[in-house]
C-alpha cells in the first residue's frame, strides 16, 4: 500500500486529533489493551473513509510519551503482525501500512489505513480479557464528533449510521439521481429571466448566482489578504513570498447557517475535520504553530490566520485563510512552483498536476467541512471559484516529475478565473468532472493546452485514495 511520506512527516511534527488522525501513547500489540486501540482505531478510521493512527502521542497536550517508549519501536509496530491483529478481527480484510515519522531523533510509527470502504467494516468476534469484553463481535467503530467538535472512536450510533452508510455508498457508482444533480447544477438562471424579459414580462433584479457570490468572495479575500499583509512586519523572505505567483479558492455553501458564530465548537470542528490528504493542506490548521502570529484568531466573526513558513530543505510556504461559519471559506496561497527553488525557478512555470491536485483537494475539503458542520447532503449546493495569478510568462511543465511528459505553451494573460458548482452529497470518486471544469480554461491560457479527462481522473482519484507516491 502507498502513502506520502511527507503527510507522516508532518502529522509526527505537528500532530493533532481530526476525523481522519487519532493519536495514541505507546501500546503493546502482543497484549489484550494494546489489540483492543489498533482494532478500534482502525475500523473506526476505515468507515470513516482512511486516515491515520499515530502512535506515541498523547491526545490531550499532542506531545510525544517520552516515558512509555519502547527500545526497539519497529520491531514492535512491524507491519506483519499490525496486518495480522486487523485481518483476524475483521470480517472485511483491508490492507493497511506502517509508516514512520522521525522528530527529536526519534521515530513514530504511524498506522496508514486506506480509504475506499464499501461495506461498514465490523468485529467478527469477541476479545475477551479476564472478565472484560474489550471487542465486542459485530460491533462498527467510527471516528465522530461530539457535541464540542472533539473527534473520537466508539461503536456507531443510530445517528452515525447515516454518515456511514454515505460513505460507503460514496465510493460505489454514484446513481443517477447525483447524476442529474451534478449536471443540472448551475444553469443559467440570469439568462433565463433576462431572455422573458425581453417579451415584457416584469421581473424584480437577479438574484446573484452562487457563482457570482464565490466570485465576489474571491474579491473580497484578496482585499482581506493585502490588509493582513500590511499590518505584519515581513522579512526579506517573507516579502518575497507575497510577491510571488498565487492560487486562491473561495468557498460558498447554499443554503447559509445564518445564525453560526466561530465559537470553540466550530474550531475545533475545523480542526478535525480537514482529511490531511497531503502534507501541507488546504486550510491548514496553525492553532499549535510555534509562532504565535501563524495562528488563527477570531475576528469580523470569522476565523482567520496569515501564515508564513520558511523552513531550509522544505517547501516554502505562504497562506491567508479566513473561515466565515455561516458558509464562505477563502484562502490564497503561493504557487507551490515559486516555493521550491532549490528544484524550478520562481515564476517560470505551472505543474498542471500539482494544480489538479491542490484543486480536487480544496473540493474534497469543502466537503468534509460542510458535512462535518452540519449541512445536509442532499439539501446544500457548493459554489467555488478558483483563481490563479501572476501566469504571464509561465510555461506549463510538469517539473515535479520531469518524467511525465504533460506540458504546455507560455501564458500571455496574467490572471485566470474559474467557477464551479456540485451538490453536497456529489461523491468524492465522482469529483473529476467538476476538477476539470475548474482547471480547463488556466489550462488553454497556455498555448492551447488541455490536459486529457483520463489524467485528471487518474490524478484525482490517487489524491482521494491517499496515493500519490
Excluded at 490531550?60 to 485481518?87: C, E, G, M, W, Y
Excluded at 443554503?255 to 474550531?267: R, V
Excluded at 523552513?311 to 504557487?335: C, I, M, Q
Aim: glycine share 8%; with cysteine; hydrophobic share 40%.
Amino acid at each position: 500500500m502507498q502513502f506520502e511520506q511527507s503527510v507522516i512527516d508532518n502529522l509526527v511534527a505537528s500532530p493533532a486529533e481530526a476525523l481522519n488522525v487519532e493519536l495514541k501513547t505507546w501500546i503493546e500489540p502482543a497484549q489484550p489493551a494494546g489489540v483492543e486501540k489498533i482494532v478500534k482505531a482502525t475500523f473506526a478510521l476505515r468507515n470513516r473513509n482512511g486516515g491515520y493512527m499515530l502512535i506515541g502521542f498523547d491526545d490531550k497536550t499532542l506531545a510525544p510519551d517520552t516515558a512509555n517508549r519502547p527500545s526497539d519501536v519497529r520491531a514492535i509496530f512491524n507491519l506483519d503482525d499490525i496486518q495480522a491483529i486487523i485481518s483476524r478481527y475483521s470480517q472485511e480484510p483491508f490492507e493497511i501500512a506502517v509508516a514512520f515519522g522521525s522528530r527529536d531523533g526519534k521515530e513514530y510509527p504511524v498506522i496508514v489505513v486506506p480509504p475506499g470502504v464499501k461495506t461498514p467494516v465490523a468485529a467478527t468476534r469477541d476479545l475477551q480479557d479476564g472478565g472484560r469484553t474489550r471487542i465486542r463481535v459485530g460491533a462498527v467503530y467510527f471516528r465522530t464528533l461530539a457535541s464540542n467538535g472533539v473527534p473520537s472512536s466508539s461503536e456507531a450510533r443510530p445517528a452515525d449510521w447515516r454518515d456511514i452508510l454515505e460513505i460507503c455508498f460514496d465510493n460505489r457508482e454514484a446513481d443517477i439521481g447525483r447524476f442529474l444533480r451534478r449536471h443540472l447544477a448551475g444553469r443559467d438562471l440570469p439568462g433565463l429571466l433576462a431572455s422573458l424579459a425581453q417579451y415584457g414580462t416584469s421581473l424584480p433584479p437577479p438574484v446573484p448566482t452562487l457563482s457570482q457570490r464565490s466570485t465576489t468572495l474571491l474579491d473580497d479575500g484578496e482585499k482581506l489578504f493585502s490588509n493582513a499583509i500590511g499590518a505584519r512586519q515581513l522579512s526579506v523572505e517573507e516579502q518575497q513570498l507575497v510577491d510571488s505567483g498565487s492560487w486562491s479558492v473561495a468557498l460558498v455553501i447554499e443554503p447559509p447557517h445564518a445564525a453560526a458564530k466561530p465559537d470553540q465548537t466550530f474550531i475545533n470542528t475545523i480542526a478535525s475535520s480537514n482529511p490531511n490528504y497531503t502534507g501541507w493542506p488546504v486550510w491548514h490548521d496553525t492553532q499549535g504553530a510555534s509562532n504565535a502570529l501563524n495562528r488563527p484568531k477570531v475576528t469580523g466573526g470569522c476565523l482567520e490566520a496569515l501564515i508564513f513558513s520558511i523552513v531550509t530543505g522544505w517547501s516554502a510556504h505562504l497562506d491567508y485563510w479566513r473561515l466565515n461559519p455561516k458558509g464562505e471559506f477563502y484562502l490564497h496561497r503561493v504557487l507551490q512552483d515559486d516555493g521550491v527553488p532549490d528544484k524550478v525557478q520562481p515564476r517560470t512555470a505551472l505543474d498542471p498536476v500539482i494544480t489538479i491536485l491542490r484543486v480536487t483537494e480544496a473540493i474534497a475539503v469543502g466537503i468534509s467541512y460542510a458535512k462535518a458542520l452540519g449541512w445536509e447532503p442532499d439539501k446544500t449546493t457548493l459554489a467555488f471559484a478558483f483563481r490563479w495569478r501572476g501566469l504571464a510568462g509561465r510555461q506549463l511543465t510538469r517539473w515535479a516529475d520531469p518524467f511525465d511528459t504533460i506540458m504546455g505553451g507560455t501564458a500571455h494573460d496574467d490572471q485566470v478565473t474559474a467557477q464551479v458548482e456540485l451538490p453536497l452529497d456529489t461523491p468524492l470518486s465522482a469529483l473529476a468532472p467538476a476538477v476539470e471544469k475548474a482547471v480547463a480554461d488556466l489550462f488553454v491560457s497556455f498555448g492551447g493546452a488541455t490536459v486529457p479527462s483520463a489524467t485528471i481522473e487518474h490524478w484525482v482519484q490517487r489524491l482521494i485514495e491517499r496515493r500519490l507516491n
